[in-house]
Structures are given as C-alpha cells and as structure tokens.
C-alpha cells in the first residue's frame, strides 16, 4: 500500500487519479456515458490519439521531439485512400507500404538529429512542412480517394454480440496489444538505455550503448505509431489533407500530462497513454457542459505550460537528497554536533585556514 501510495503521488501516477476524476465528472454530466457500451466505444474513439501519444513518449523520454507525427497521419490517410480504392487485394500490400514509409520517415528524422547533430524539433518541423506540402500538392486540399470498406473496419468495426458490452472496436483491442508490447519493451534493455539516454546521453555513450541507434530507434517507433493511428483513422475520419492536423500537439500534451519530463529521462509509458485518456475526458466533459470546441487549443496551451512546470518540481523534488538529521549524524572524535568534517589537532571546529603545504610541493603545483 505504501509503495501504491508513494507511486500515485508522482506526476505519473497522479494521472491516473485525474482520470477518474475526470470519468466521474462525465458520468455526473451525462449519467449515459458511464453505461458499459458507451465506455468501450470511448475507449474506441480514444485510441488513435493514445497510440500516438504512446509513440511520442518514446522520443520525448529520449530528450527529443517529434513535430511530424501530424503530417505522418495525413500521409498515411490519404495514401490508404488512394492506393487501396475498392480492391480488397489490395490492402495488405498497401498496408505494408506504410509502414515502410512510416519507418522510413523515422529513420530519417532519427539519423538527422543524432548523425547530423541537427535539433529534433527543426528536423521534425522541417519533415511536418515537406510532407504536409506533398499533401496538399497532391490532394489539391480535398478529400480524395475511398477505401474499401473492409479496410475501414479496422477503425469503425470490431466484435460484435459481447455481453454486456455489446461490442469490443478493433481500435480498443489494437491498443490493448500495442500498450502490452510498449511496456514490455521498456521493461527490456533497450527501454531502460532509452531512458538512460534521455537522462544523460554522454554517461550513456561512455557506457558503451549506441545513443545514436537508441534515439533513432525512438524516431521509428514514433512515426510507426503514427502509421497505425492513420489506418484507424480512416474508418471513422474519412480521407481528407486535415485528419491529422495539429496530432503532434495534442500526443505532446498527453505525454506531458501524463508527467513525462521534456528533456527526457523521466516517465512511464502508460502514464502517456492515461494522459491521452484524461486529455479526450476533459474535452469530453467540457462539451457536456456546453463550452465551445474553439477554447480546445487555448486548454491543450494552459495544460502544457501547467503540466511541465509541475513534472519537473516534483521530479526534481524526488531526486533531492534528504537533509541528515544533525542530532543523529554519527560524529568523529574532534567534531560538534552538525559538523561533518574532521578536525586535525590543533585545529578547532569550522576552522577553514589554509592547509600547510606538503614538503617538495608548491602551493598549484599539478
């Protein structure tokens, strides 16, 4: 129970208290929502955006920042919608197709930032601005192309006649399996050399680890976790340039409410994905109480600077040594009470004068 305790009063594990609270202040909004059926299908709808917040953390606990995976999403979106049309056939080598593209980017956002020593916020900027122009380029700004419907399944279908429940979405159990295999992986060496990373690369590096392949790794995964947001995506969003849009900032800001540090070094992956679910009930709550979806941005904005400043006192909080207790420091012959240096003799407590030099050495001599 303590060790419940001293885990939930963390920033990661806090998030878990504000979800439900959240969840409770929903149901108290609309009693509706908190029926079986109506919680599964949240979970449902949530799914892409906690998929991707999951894949951000990666590159954000490695001291970085990915701005691309919004363009990643459109990309995927609108490359399903064209390539597949209404051939089934077609649809596990589209399929295949992105996540080569979604590897690819990260592999090149990855190699850029580590290789060429260039800031992963300008590299992901810069591939968030080509891939959005390549968008529009070729969409001409309009919903284009109309995937098969069995592909669209995998967003909006999911099995059906489940007591209780009614129905599990597709969308849920893929997040299931990928949050499984999330925390698995952090719990392997590289998880652990991610985060060692992100703390202290050099430290990392004079280890032996290759910081460079681990970080770009990190990119992978984030643009691959945006591929797969992107196939849930056009089940229920359709193919149009603006799915996607502004996906970057809102993962950012569940990551960060999920009490992940920027800079890296400190945060569970879970606590990502719970900060995505706490981030969708807030929204949630605010349109059963009849507050306009043009205030969305200004409290992603407000939760980001907010959020950040409380992760960061209290991690730094918990790394502070604690002060000793002077009445039970263990003394040395010589020393007061909450004096911890010895004294020679002839000196007194808290005398600080200057040390007589060795003999055949000079005062700076190296």
């Known amino acids: 129970m303590q060790r419940l305790a ?16 959240l969840l409770a202040a929903v149901v108290a909004a609309n009693p509706n929502f908190g029926e079986p059926g109506s919680l599964i299908r949240f979970i449902g709808r949530t799914a892409p955006i906690t998929i991707a ?37 077609r649809i596990l080598p589209v399929m295949l197709l992105m996540l080569v593209l979604g590897t690819l980017v990260g592999l090149v956002n990855g190699l850029a ?12 900027l810069g591939t968030m601005l080509a891939l959005s122009g390549l968008v529009l380029y070729l969409t001409g700004g309009a919903a284009t192309g109309n995937p098969v419907d069995s592909f669209r399944q995998i967003g909006r279908g999911g ?7 009614d ?20 719990r392997r060496p590289y998880g652990r050399t991610l985060i060692a990373a992100g703390d202290n690369p050099d430290a990392t590096h004079l280890a032996g680890a290759p910081v460079w392949w681990v970080k770009t790794r990190a990119f992978i995964l984030s643009s691959l976790a945006a591929t797969v947001a992107g196939i849930i995506l056009v089940g229920y969003a359709g193919v149009h340039p603006s799915v996607g849009r502004g996906y970057e900032f809102t993962a950012i800001t569940a990551v960060v409410l999920g009490g992940v540090v920027l800079g890296g070094g400190r945060g569970w992956v879970l606590s990502a994905a719970a900060g995505a679910f706490a981030l969708e009930l807030l929204f949630t709550l605010l349109n059963f109480l009849g507050v306009a979806s043009t205030w969305r941005d200004t409290v992603q904005g407000v939760i980001i600077i907010l959020a950040v400043a409380a992760a960061g006192k209290a991690w730094r909080a918990g790394l502070r040594p604690r002060r000793r207790d002077p009445a039970t420091t263990p003394q040395t012959p010589g020393t007061t009470a909450g004096d911890t240096t ?3 003799p002839g000196t007194t407590a808290g005398d600080t004068g200057p040390t007589p030099p060795v003999p055949g050495t000079t005062t700076g001599e190296n």
């Open 167 to 186: 129905i599990i979405p597709y969308p849920a159990i893929i997040l299931v399996v990928l949050a499984v295999g999330a925390v698995l992986l952090m």
């Open 6 to 21: 001293r885990t939930l009063g963390t920033p990661g594990g806090a998030v878990f208290i504000l979800c439900g609270v």
């Open 342 to 344: 010895p004294h020679t």
């Open 159 to 165: 099995i059906r006649d489940v007591p209780v429940v």
């Open 113 to 124: 930032t580590t290789l060429l020593r260039v800031p992963s916020f300008i590299v992901t």
């Open 53 to 89: 917040a999951m894949g951000q953390y990666f590159v954000i606990v490695a001291g970085e920042f990915d701005l691309s995976m919004g363009s990643v999403v459109t990309m995927q979106v609108v490359i399903s919608g064209n390539l597949i049309g209404q051939d089934e056939s």
